[in-house]
């Protein structure tokens, strides 16, 4: 179920914001939060859609993921990072694709 699509948070004075293209509940009992990166690359040149998620990219989606979870109240649900990657028309849904830690 779709909770909020391009979620921002703004950058501050010595570093640059973060967002999240898609937040979703999953179906499950646990009721998991998972944050969603969408890529899109015409073509696979240079590794693709996937790859193109650099460590700084991956930091800025947590940065963003944690200051989402830091609105909620009581505790916080289950959260895992899937990436979308879109090559050409190829599309690949990659279920814990990166972590927090």
């Known amino acids: ?21 898609l937040i979703l509940r999953a179906p499950d009992r ?3 939060l998972v944050f969603v ?3 899109s690359r015409g073509r696979s040149d240079h590794g693709g859609a996937a ?9 800025r ?3 963003a ?3 989402y ?9 289950p959260c895992r990072f899937d990436v979308v990657a879109i090559d050409g028309e190829a599309l690949e849904w990659l279920v814990a ?3 927090a830690g």
Request: no cysteine; glycine share 10%; hydrophobic share 40%.
């Open 37 to 39: 990166e969408v890529r």
């Open 1 to 21: 179920m779709l909770v909020q699509r391009n979620y921002r948070v703004a950058a501050g004075p010595s570093a640059r914001g973060g967002e999240i293209d």
């Open 97 to 99: 694709a990166f972590d």
């Open 61 to 63: 989606i947590i940065l």
């Open 51 to 59: 790859a193109s998620i650099t460590h700084a990219k991956r930091r």
């Open 30 to 32: 646990e009721g998991t």
């Open 65 to 67: 993921a944690r200051h």
């Open 69 to 77: 979870l830091q609105r909620l109240r009581g505790e916080w649900p």
